[in-house]
Structures are given as structure tokens and as C-alpha cells.
């Protein structure tokens, strides 16, 4: 009898690993990027400034999947801040196709991009308290293989990448892979560049060149490009409801 319910105890757990998908990435802190701009040359170079920006510097970044909802979650290592300069981005990625929590000066909300996930829309209800960022949300193929992502940035001009801004991606790795910059080792991790060159390197991520950006979940112009117009579309739909 005993061992039938330890069986039976087995089988649930089984089941209930089963029906129950949890990845996660942690992140070093005082990892963050600085792409600092000097004239019409911008070059990147870990920022220094220790404990100054830990608003966004991400601790970790994880997704649980509990039949077709998801929860994404990211932890910075201070409270999160509402400013229309700061955002907070968490990427669920499935091949090429992915979505995309956004946080902003207090709204919130998921976008699709790529394959069955275009136009997909959806606007989170209190998603942040202190610390964290959280998404909860129905995805259209449970049994995808997805990845977690995520990265924290804070702009002097929102939607101009080649103005001085900084970065913190997790996993560490992501920063290659979404600004296309390889460091150097003759340079101490700084690399001079064109802003020109910047913005063509970060929103080509099909690129196959000397940048190895061959990730298409890098696209930082399509999503500056459609949180601006996701959260005017949440602004409209919050004063309707007013």
C-alpha cells in the first residue's frame, strides 16, 4: 500500500513538473553600459559609477509557464523609477518570433513581434512594485522552446539611440548580441565609432558581418518604434475608461 502511494506521489509530481516551465538568468551587478557621445562619436565603455544607476542594473530575469500563461519577472537592484527617459524591457523569445513586456513611467503592457505573435497587444495592470518588474500573460504555443531576456536603459533622448544612454542586459552576453559591439582587447572594453555607425550596428541585427549580430531579437529601432505607439494607444484606452 505504501508503495502505491508513493507511485501515486511521483505520478503528481511528474504532472505537475510537466504542466510547469521555470527558466531564469542571473545578472552581476555594476555590469552596466555607458554609450558615451563626444561630438558626432560615440563610443562605448563600462560605466564606472558604481551604485549610481542601480535602477537599472538587473539582478535577474526569469519566466515561469504554467500551462499557456506566462509570467516574466525582472529584479533590479534598486526600486524601479517612473520617467518617460527610463525603460524596463523583458524579451520571451521563441526563435524568431517573440514578445515583449515594456515598463514606462508607470504603464505597462506586452507586444508581439514576428510570425502569428504580429499584433499582438496587451496592457498589464500594476506590473511593478519596488524592485520588480512582472508580465503575466497568455502565449499562443505553449510547447515553443522560449528564452528569457531582458535589459534596463536610461536615455537622455528617448528614441535616439546614438545620443548618450545607458544599458544593462541579462544575460551579460545579450549586450553583444543587441548592440552587435565586440570588444576589443587592445582597447580595455571601449571601442570609438560613428553615431552613424551605432545605429546602423544596433537595429541591423540580421546582419552577418564583423558585428556578429545574428540574433533577431536585438531590433532596438522596431521596439522604440512600437512602444511609442503601443503606450499612446494605452494613454488613449486609460482616458476612455476615465
Known amino acids: 500500500m505504501f508503495k502505491k502511494y508513493l507511485l501515486m506521489l511521483g505520478a503528481i509530481i511528474f504532472l505537475i513538473g510537466a504542466s510547469l516551465n521555470v527558466s531564469a538568468e542571473t545578472d552581476s551587478t555594476g555590469d552596466i553600459w555607458h554609450w558615451k557621445v563626444t561630438g558626432t562619436t560615440g563610443a562605448w565603455e563600462v560605466y564606472s559609477e558604481t551604485g549610481n544607476k542601480d535602477y537599472i542594473d538587473i539582478t535577474n530575469v526569469d519566466y515561469s ?6 509570467t ?3 529584479t533590479l537592484a534598486d526600486n524601479i523609477q517612473d520617467s518617460n527617459s527610463i525603460l524596463y524591457y523583458i524579451h520571451l523569445v521563441a526563435e524568431t518570433d517573440y514578445y515583449i513586456a515594456y515598463y514606462v513611467n508607470q504603464v505597462g503592457l506586452v507586444v508581439g513581434s514576428g510570425g502569428t505573435l504580429s499584433g499582438y497587444y496587451s496592457m498589464l495592470v500594476s506590473p511593478v512594485s519596488g524592485n520588480t518588474f512582472t508580465a503575466t500573460f497568455t502565449v499562443n504555443d505553449p510547447s515553443a522552446n522560449y528564452e528569457v531576456r531582458g535589459y534596463a536603459a536610461e536615455y537622455t533622448n528617448v528614441g535616439d539611440e546614438t545620443a548618450e544612454w545607458w544599458g544593462d542586459w541579462a544575460p551579460d552576453a545579450y549586450f553583444n548580441t543587441y548592440t552587435g559591439y565586440v570588444a576589443d582587447d587592445n582597447t580595455d572594453d571601449t571601442t ?4 552613424d555607425d551605432t545605429t546602423d550596428d544596433a537595429t541591423d541585427d540580421t546582419s552577418d558581418g564583423d ?8 531590433t532596438p529601432g522596431f521596439e522604440l518604434f512600437t512602444l511609442v505607439v503601443a503606450i499612446g494607444t494605452a494613454l488613449i484606452l486609460l482616458r476612455k475608461r476615465k
Open 211 to 218: 558585428n556578429n549580430n545574428t540574433d533577431d531579437s536585438g
Open 192 to 195: 570609438d565609432d560613428t553615431t
Open 65 to 70: 509557464l504554467d500551462g499557456s500563461e506566462v
Open 72 to 74: 516574466l519577472t525582472m
